[in-house]
């Protein structure tokens, strides 16, 4: 292997494995003194494992960890941080009721005699501050600064720890716009100043703005590692998703017709949005049809579907359901309207998990009900003994507890809870992801009859394949902002990934 | 709802899940076996816990106290299976029983003033305690801990307030006989805990109410997008609690015939808890036992009336007491469990 000269950190063939997963296998990286290094990936990557292995929240299996040409071995986040590898989480994980300065020095305070030395410690937290261009009150407790103002000083104490190594876990995603420019000249003035920084975002815009170099992971591997400078976006995009734009396979259109017949909408969207979380766009799902939403990790993607359920309220424009305005306050207005969702992260927040088949296939009907029309046990158990036929539901009875079954027969459940309430809107949020291949197979199929019994789906899915191959129209997300439409022939993963890139053919 | 079918599924494969989950007495096990080893140690080394007489048509005994004076954690630990199951618990209500005697004492003194509107009044500013609790945790998403914390604190004085800073007496037998009375034989306050329990049980499993707390307990996320209103869960909970709150207050005002707002229901609250753990409903929410929670009530009354009987001093009686909730709180902790469990595969592999 060879040894690049300038390498503050360099990795080789880093292993890591969890119980069944092979986190990381064989892991290169490389970062250099004075540079901004991106890492990127999909969810399952293997950013954050790599960096929890860097930073000794886990102990690595295998492979060599040097930093400045010497072995490292960090057992703790703080050995880790005595080594000078520092971590700056999204969430600033500082103490917001504590001053500047305690929390710049804080499990370092300068002592003598076991009693802090509070002018000490003033002073260097200024300094510290100084070198991030910030010259704050540092008595002042830190709640009473803005998130910005937090994430800075959380890279002042990176910095007072005298770290060589700066890590920035979604720096970004708190921040607006004006924020993360002023967080990017600290950066760069840093990167100036011989730090080696790794960056870890999903905003592409900004890995282009800061980053020099890339490394790109997917599914635990190394793909590979590229200058900023001469990668295009669209071709970073498709070595993340894992697909190169040459080897693209035709077009499937499988058995969904493409043809752009004309169907009667049942929600709009007009100009709908929410600051934040989502820029203002407009949407239209209609009758019997399947719209895809398309776009990176953290694109918006589930903020919109968030946005349509109820869960969080829209701020601007309007939604229309069969023309008339709604907006619903919670979740009960959306599936009193006829909405259905299920949530991406399936355990936390869509299985009740020591609740029986029976009762978590039951429970969204009943709330529509309310809690005294209650559905006679004999009906329950029908119902629950229908889906559990109907979608294949691999349990030894309705009164088994949710929590003993796979991940893809909880997604089923979860489907069954929609079903048994007979939505007029399903919104399935990666309703694959994590399931094996049959089970895949299945809800794809389902999702098709289903379609074709005249429900509106709203898919999102980080498998372009599937978008590709189950939609009627593909609306496509970046940095939580629409950014195209795809319909008919146009729908294929080259030109949802060249959209997502911003550089349609 | 015609969908195209997908693949067949093999439902009828064997598992050893299954049988466990099917009978409804299962969960009532261990409480059972822990209130029967209490009454064997009993049968075998405290005379006379066992005898019971009938006098003038009514049972009398140790075993007959026990019911008695259990009934009061017996009719909290009802509200409290239901408060604990949504992930909250409810701090205040040995305050509430006091506020609940003492607008009872109160009232039945006043002239003029029916019997049946006395505990009306009683137990409808009792379930307004539990409203405000609940409108706390439920309404403003208060941690129910510092929520309920407040009308326990704040709940004597109020008590304090309605009686004058006194100890009301009263003579008025309808009232005395909440406390004092026999029906077929057994004292009335056993009598009113089962009612309740009936009452909770057909509130909880004949409407959809106990399904509702329970997917709240478990995954209060998933159950607000599955379009259940945890809000309005919780305050019910919290109402209900409340009830049986008053009821157990003008239970003990009954029982020594005043309203004592001092010493009324202090530190039930925790017995009360004690009894929902050790019927089988964890902390964390979830799955309740109402019936779990009376046998784990009477489980507490044993122990507290064994260590009376066998002279031990009220003083050093809280020990065993904490032992007992230390073994409890161990068994429930899934940590714990594996532990035990590998070690035990270890022994006998």
């Known amino acids: 292997m060879q040894t690049d000269q300038r390498a503050l950190l360099e990795i080789r063939g880093l292993d890591k494995s969890f119980p069944g997963v092979k986190a990381l296998q064989g892991v290169d990286f490389t970062v250099r003194r004075g540079e901004v290094h991106a890492l990127m990936g999909e969810n399952g990557a293997g950013k954050s494992t790599l960096i929890k292995v860097l930073t000794g929240v886990y102990p690595r299996d295998g492979g060599t960890v040097k930093l400045d040409g010497a072995e490292i071995f960090p057992h703790s986040p703080k050995a880790a941080e005595a080594l000078g590898l520092s971590t700056v989480y999204q969430e600033v994980n500082l103490i917001p009721h504590l001053s500047i300065a305690e929390n710049i020095c804080l499990g370092r305070e300068p002592t003598r005699l076991g009693m802090i030395q ?23 407790p830190l709640s009473s600064y803005s998130i910005a103002v937090q994430q800075m000083t959380a890279i002042a104490r990176a910095l007072d720890v005298s770290a060589k190594l700066l890590i920035l876990d979604e720096p970004t995603s708190s921040l607006d716009e004006k924020e993360a420019a002023e967080l990017f000249a600290v950066l760069r003035k840093l990167r100036g100043d011989g730090l080696g920084i790794v960056l870890v975002t999903h905003f592409l815009d900004q890995v282009y703005a800061i980053s020099d170099r890339i490394t790109v992971l997917r599914d635990g591997q190394l793909v ?20 190169a ?18 169907r009667e909408p049942l929600v709009e969207l007009r100009n709908f949005g929410r600051p934040g979380s989502i820029a203002p766009m407009d949407l239209s799902i209609g009758k019997g049809e399947v719209v895809g939403l398309a776009g990176l990790l953290g694109s918006g993607r589930t903020e919109t579907a968030r946005l349509i359920f109820g869960i969080d309220k829209a701020q601007t424009g309007e939604m229309l359901l069969e023309g008339k305005p709604v907006a619903f306050r919670s979740p009960r207005q959306a599936i009193r309207a006829g909405f259905g969702f299920t949530p991406e992260n399936r355990k936390t927040d869509g299985i009740i998990p020591h609740l029986s088949v029976r009762e978590n296939v039951i429970l969204a009907l009943q709330a529509r009900h309310g809690a005294i029309k209650t559905l006679a046990r004999k009906q329950q158990e029908d119902l629950a003994d229908q889906f559990i036929k109907l979608l294949g539901i691999r349990t030894p009875g309705a009164e088994q507890l949710v929590v003993n079954l796979s991940g893809g027969n909880q997604q089923k459940v979860l489907l069954a809870r929609w079903l048994a309430t007979q939505p007029r809107l399903l919104i399935l949020d990666e309703p694959t992801r994590g399931i094996d291949v049959g089970a895949k197979a299945e809800i794809l199929k389902l999702v098709q009859s289903l379609r074709e019994q005249g429900m509106a789906i709203l898919f999102i899915s980080s498998e372009l394949e599937e978008v590709v191959r189950d939609c009627q129209r593909v609306i496509v997300l970046r940095d939580r902002a629409k950014v195209g439409e795809l319909s008919g022939e146009q729908i294929t993963e080259e030109n949802i990934m060249r959209t997502i890139a911003g550089q349609p053919q | 709802m015609k969908v195209a079918p997908a693949t067949v599924a093999t439902t ?7 049988k466990r989950q099917t009978r409804w007495w299962s969960s009532l096990v261990w409480p059972v076996a822990g209130l029967a080893l209490l009454l064997l140690f009993n049968l075998i080394f405290t005379q006379g816990f066992f005898h019971v007489e009938v006098r003038e048509g009514r049972l009398y005994g140790v075993l007959i106290d026990v019911l008695n004076h259990g009934s009061k954690v017996m009719l909290l630990a009802l509200g409290m299976a239901l408060v604990i199951a949504t992930g909250g618990v409810d701090l205040s209500v040995g305050a509430v029983m006091a506020i609940a005697g003492a ?8 002239a003029g003033v029916p019997f049946p509107a006395v505990v009306a009044a009683s137990l409808a500013v009792a379930i307004a305690a539990g409203g405000w609790n609940g409108l706390l945790v439920g309404g403003f998403k208060v941690q129910p801990i510092v929520a309920t914390l407040i009308l326990m604190v704040a709940g004597r004085g109020i008590a304090q307030l309605i009686t004058d800073g006194q100890i009301i007496t009263f003579t008025d037998a309808r009232l005395t006989y909440i406390g004092n009375g026999s029906l077929l034989g057994l004292p009335f306050p056993v009598l009113l805990s089962l009612a309740m329990l009936a009452l909770a049980g057909v509130f909880t499993r004949r409407t959809a109410v106990g399904l509702f707390i329970e997917s709240v307990g478990d995954n209060q996320t998933a159950s607000t997008y599955s ?25 003990a005002a009954s029982n020594i015939k005043c309203a004592d707002s001092n010493h009324a229901g202090l530190f039930l609250e925790l017995d009360a808890i004690l009894a929902v753990v050790v019927g ?17 009530a009477l489980f507490i009354q044993t122990l507290t009336t064994t260590m009376y009987m066998r002279n031990v001093s009220a003083d050093v009686a809280p020990v065993p ?3 007992a909730i230390l073994a409890v709180c161990l068994l429930q902790s899934p940590l714990l469990r594996a532990k035990l469990a590998a070690q035990f595969r270890r022994r006998t592999a």
């Open chain 2, 321 to 323: 007491k904490a032992l």
């Open chain 2, 280 to 296: 089988g409903t964890s902390l964390t929410g979830g799955r309740f036992y109402l019936a779990g929670a009376m046998v784990g």
């Open chain 1, 224 to 243: 590979g590692e590229y200058e900023t400078a001469t990668l295009p976006r669209a071709e970073l995009v498709s070595r993340m998703i894992g697909k």
């Open chain 2, 103 to 110: 607008v009872a004492a109160q009232l039945i003194n006043k």
């Open chain 1, 245 to 262: 734009l040459s080897q693209m396979p035709p077009p499937q259109h499988g058995g969904s017709e493409r043809k752009a017949q004309p």
């Open chain 2, 12 to 18: 009828s494969r064997p598992d050893r899940f299954e």
């Open chain 1, 118 to 140: 509070w002018g000490a410690m003033a002073r260097r937290a200024e300094a510290a501050l100084a070198r991030v261009d910030l010259k704050l009150e540092v008595t002042l």
């Open chain 2, 227 to 251: 379009g259940v209103h945890a809000g309005a869960v919780k305050f019910l909970v919290y109402v209900f609690s409340g009830l049986c709150a008053g009821l157990a207050g003008l239970v």
